[in-house]
């Protein structure tokens, strides 16, 4: 492991003492490669929305489309597509994925009727200003979009579990939305 020094001005040395002590980091170095840790992964989720955001416009998400996801379940014979329902597909989770695709549309109606109420917890964070999430009901993930004046343009659906990292899942519970 290599080794940095770091200058700090008294207050700001004060400040890192104080969270290793309330937080139980057992070293200044600790707390400071966990602020590191945090930004790289803040840094790769941006990332990740930022991809989602430069892809081609896919089909528009009305009720063709969801009955066209329902479709794939049903017949079972196409497993490409959404990752999402490939997992619950490959798991022998017919119900699931169907349910999950209920939960997709019911999120995206809510979103279509009231844009202006998924969280903006993240923008700030991420430095993608407009940014909202809304979470689906009874699955653990988040649709993160933009309110466009013509459109809702989705970004992506994420895992809140496994593709946020952990110090921005806690956020990320029903209640404190």
């Known amino acids: 492991m290599s080794t940095m020094n770091v200058s700090l001005p008294e207050a700001m040395k004060s400040f890192v003492d104080e969270q290793v002590a309330e937080r139980g980091y057992g070293t200044s170095s600790e707390y400071v490669r966990d602020l590191i840790r945090r ?44 990752d999402v329902i490939a997992y619950h597909l490959e798991e022998g989770a017919e119900h699931a994925a169907l349910g999950f695709i209920d939960a997709l549309e ?37 649709v993160f979009y933009f309110e466009r004046p013509d459109a809702i343009d989705v970004w992506r659906v994420l895992h809140s579990q496994r593709d946020l990292p952990a110090w921005m899942q806690a956020q990320d519970t029903r209640s404190g939305l």
Do not use: C, M
């Not at 109420?117 to 699955?139: I, N, V």
């Open 39 to 82: 930004d790289q992964q803040k840094l790769e989720l941006r990332g990740l929305l930022l991809e989602g955001g430069q892809s081609q416009p896919s089909a528009e998400a009305n009720q063709a489309y969801f009955d066209g996801l329902r479709d794939r379940v049903r017949n079972v014979a196409s497993k490409a597509g959404d």
């Open 106 to 142: 019911t999120a995206y109606g809510h979103i279509g009727r009231h844009p202006g109420t998924g969280s903006t917890r993240h923008a700030h964070e991420l430095d993608l200003p407009g940014l909202r999430l809304w979470p689906l009901t009874r699955y653990p993930n988040l």
